[in-house]
């Protein structure tokens, strides 16, 4: 009996002693959600506040206060806080707070997350297939890139004259756009691509997509032989090698057309094997031509020391769809473009040249259609898969 005693007696003390060094290693903070001007009303309480380790990837929820407030309590770290809510007519409501230095016990005063308002997309894109694959002689092979563009709407939709491009800088680096500008104007890295069309040239009807290859072969057979690779000699579009004329692009997949090409020594178009930030928009107000073509339109970027170096810049409302895509959980704070076109960033968690792809989540609607989740946060909306035109017959 006293065998008994003596050993719950030191199980209670080890207990406490864990919690006290578990309780020793954490530190509490309170985050407070701040709505957008007109917005004071939003349901607070059906907003969750996420913290996550920039080190780890590890995630902390928590509901808020009718008063917009959380509280939390977490091992010491870098976090990043961010908060969403979208109403049932589509507007999204999301904001984040980069590097929450939290190592010790109490943080001083509160954290704010800045909502900021946003709409779900009807044209999304739905899937980047951006970080290649192991080649046939085990090297690291990233030229059979795709991304899928998808009518998430109950309407018809029109590609015609869209734009595809990368926002500057190309890869997950620390944007010095997002430090020394209002980024009011989207910087476009090097090369801009648009559909062709007048207007209704290409329809998009409701649940359909297309695919833009980067290099529209099979991959996978003929002079190429890459197993691991994608067959995309049957894509819908392609961004063409600059080298070539558009006339050796794989018969029956249509080229875009190249808009604009601020780097002369580009002579294909790969997207950023670590992540790129893709972005559809439109040229609003006057052709593409006089706007890409108008010098006033282009800017050196911020604190380089190429200052002959200049980028297109369009404004942000003209952003159709936005997905940021970075290297690793400690790059999500390198954010490329403002909380408004995408308040997260998605990764391949196994890294690069490992075969998958990033798509959207989904669900089926009343009508048994598949819908895209569009939240305005890649970290939520993206999830990793094999890529979906790697099976496709």
Not at 102 to 118: D, P
């Amino acid at each position: 009996m006293k065998i008994k005693f003596y050993l719950f007696i030191l199980l209670a003390v080890s207990l406490f002693s864990c919690s006290e060094k578990e309780e020793s290693n954490s530190c509490m903070i309170d985050i407070q959600v701040i709505a957008p001007e007109g917005y004071d009303t939003l349901p607070y309480e059906r907003i969750n506040v996420i913290l996550t380790n920039q080190n780890q990837g590890i995630t902390y929820a928590m509901p808020c206060s009718s008063e917009g407030l959380a509280a939390f309590r977490v091992e010491y770290g870098y976090y990043t806080a961010s908060a969403h809510y979208q109403t049932t007519s589509g507007l999204i409501f999301s904001g984040r707070s980069e590097t929450l230095s939290l190592l010790s016990e109490q943080y001083e005063g509160t954290a704010k997350v800045q909502l900021s308002r946003s709409r779900s997309n009807a044209l999304i894109i739905k899937e980047i297939y951006y970080g290649g694959c192991i080649g046939r002689k085990g090297e690291e092979y990233q030229s059979d890139q795709y991304l899928i563009l998808h009518n998430n709407s109950e309407e018809t939709l029109y590609l015609d004259s869209l734009c595809v491009a990368i926002v500057d800088p190309a890869s997950s680096l620390q944007s010095p756009w997002i430090k020394y500008t209002d980024m009011k104007r989207i910087p476009i890295n090097d090369v801009t691509w648009q559909f062709p069309g007048t207007g209704t040239e290409y329809p998009l009807h409701p649940g359909e997509e297309i695919s833009i290859a980067t290099n529209a072969v099979d991959h996978t057979g003929g002079e190429y032989q890459h197993t691991n690779s994608v067959d995309l000699s049957k894509a819908d579009w392609a961004f063409w090698d600059v080298s070539l004329s558009q006339q050796d692009i794989t018969a029956g997949v249509r080229p875009m057309k190249m808009l604009l090409n601020l780097n002369t020594n580009i002579w294909m178009y790969p997207l950023p094997a670590i992540g790129p930030t893709m972005i559809v928009f439109k040229i609003e107000g006057k052709s593409a031509e006089s706007y890409v073509n108008d010098i006033s339109n282009r800017e050196n970027r911020p604190q380089s020391s190429n200052t002959k170096k200049f980028y297109l810049m369009i404004p942000k409302e003209w952003v159709i769809d936005c997905v940021e895509c970075v290297a690793s959980p400690d790059r999500i704070s390198y954010k490329r473009v403002p909380d408004e076109l995408d308040s997260g960033a998605a990764y391949l968690p196994d890294g690069p040249y490992t075969g998958k792809s990033l798509i959207r989540k989904s669900s089926l609607n009343e009508d048994g259609r598949i819908i895209y989740q569009d939240t305005n946060n890649s970290s939520n909306d993206m999830i990793t898969t094999v890529p979906t035109l790697k099976n496709r017959k």
